[in-house]
């Protein structure tokens, strides 16, 4: 802070005075210049030049003084500029000219003749040649009494300073002082400004003022990594957000390390970014993110806990195709998006069909995303069916979206549900919907079993279905006995399968039937519902249109349905065509089914249409009351023949 009592020299009246005039003159250029935001440099090196306007005789200096005690150019305007590089970098101490040893020594030194005196004997040989005979040297220290600058003048012949030099330097010393001192306070809240105050890494900010400054930067000579920490949340959420700050301190250091000279950004919470511009890693962007991930992947004690930082990475270099910078950055954005989806815990480089793909994944996730606002997304049914007396047991909801007078399947808007939010909240849509369906279907004494609900890896990783579920139940007054969740074998076999497994065996736990659809066409078997069961196998239509006598897919079918009764798993066959495939399923052991030999997905009146028709009972059930509880005809749990 400026302390007016620094500058009580120049403060001082004195009618009439020349001195007071011209120093109150220095005084008030150089506070203008601080209070209007000039830079350092220029701020000195004006003060230099007025100085040496009021004192022609004389040439100016300020040099600064780092941490490690070397001298740096900071303002000379009249210096040969070849004289001032040769100072930079030397070193402080008793013996280092005027400013150095000044600087060292924290009082000034006056040197009446740089070719005599045996401070300069190592430099005089840069000073004499350009007419520099004499030097005197202040320095400028801080609160703390360390040297952080010096202001010298030299002269062009032998000799000292006068009175009235030495007034002006007093008064150039403390100017000096203070706009060192508001270049430093400028500097600390730009570091703030600028910097992640948890893992001490660049920020946002820093960030965008970064690639900014890439905007005429030439092809190839720079590429961008964006990178989120996969388990941020669940480390947050089961050991409290002590440990996840500190997942994220050692993931930044560990980044920053891996990437240096890279810069390192953290642009959110789990999210960081690096710009890397070295040869090397511009050369093999897969092994520079290897090497990230091999760094992330050590283990480390997070407030006690024992925890392996996970990440998944996007990338994308500065080629020919791109525009600039904005479109870098939405490759490498592309990029990690993609990568989140295919692969958690990898690297996926940016190509060019990419953008495509994603821009048509985003357009569905938009177009879902305003269905699910209007309220455009209502369920299908598809029945399933006894084999053998064509009774409904039970339906699959479908979701299907309106536009205009159009429907569209699920198909045309699949790749919207890669959005964990988009899915989730489809899923909480659809249960809704269909909870008042059943509430319908209850109400009219309408005989069923169950409607099976699909859920997403998204629905089952946020940990929140079930209570999604009962929510939906309980308002309509529902049983959760007349429900089943669906999860396809790939969601059931992904990737992150250990935390979809326990979500599975935690929502039976709580009473919530599963059946594992499209069984078949991934990588499941037998011996992993040993450890995490469900209770309904619906046979992926793949086999049913390969059934064939005496062929493989019989072969394999038959010995799935055998196997799954005495695990205690019913079995549904999908896709059914054709009344052949009807008798081998029913030869081979195979009671119930789906497909459009039967009846497509249907809307809920045709749906209800269908079950007064065909309910299992429906006979017995016509004689019942209206609304009479379906428990009083097939009890949920007896899904058999």
Known sequence: ??????????????????????????????????????????????????????????????????????????????????????????????????????????????????????????????????????????PICDAEGHAIATFAFYYREVRGPTAFEYEVVANCVHLTQIAIDRHERVLEHQRRAFTDSLTGCPNRAAYHAALSKLENAPVGSWALFVLDLDNLKVVNDTFGHHAGDTLLQVAGERISKAVSPGRTFRVGGDEFAVILQ????????????????????????????IIVPRATIGGAPFSQDDAGVESVRQNADFALYHAKETGRGGFVRYWAGLRSSMTRRMGAIRELSAALREDRVEPFYQPIFRLDTREIVGLEALCRMRIGDNIVSAAAFHEATADAQVATSLTERMMTLVAADLRRWLDLGIPFQHVGINVSSADLSGGAVGQVLNAALEREGVPIDHVILEVTETVYMGRGDQAIQEAIKALRADGIRIALDDFGTGFASLTHLLTVPVDIIKIDKLFVDHLEPDGVSVTIVEGLIRTAKKMGIRIVAEGIETEEQVDQLREIGCELGQGYIFSPAVDRDAATALLLEHGQGISQASAMPAKKSIERIAQPGDFAA
């Open 1 to 138: 802070m400026f302390d007016p009592m620094a500058l009580s020299e120049i403060n001082r009246v004195e009618s009439g005075s020349d001195t007071v005039s011209i120093l109150l003159h220095l005084q008030n250029v150089i506070l203008r210049m601080i209070a209007r935001g000039a830079g350092l440099g220029p701020t000195c090196s004006t003060l230099c030049q007025e100085v040496e306007n009021i004192l022609p005789g004389v040439t100016c200096s300020v040099l600064t003084v780092d941490l490690a005690g070397l001298l740096h150019p900071l303002a000379g305007p009249s210096l040969p500029e070849a004289y001032s590089q040769a100072l930079d970098g030397v070193s402080v101490g008793p013996l280092a000219g005027s400013c150095g040893t000044a600087a060292y020594l924290k009082t000034d030194v006056v040197v009446t003749d740089i070719e005599s005196d045996v401070r300069w004997q190592a430099f005089k040989h840069l000073a004499l040649p350009h007419g520099l005979r004499a030097c005197w040297s202040s």
């Open 278 to 305: 070295a040869a090397d890693d511009l050369r093999d962007l897969e092994a520079t993110a290897e090497n990230i991930l091999r760094a992330l992947s050590l283990s480390t004690d997070c407030g006690g806990h």
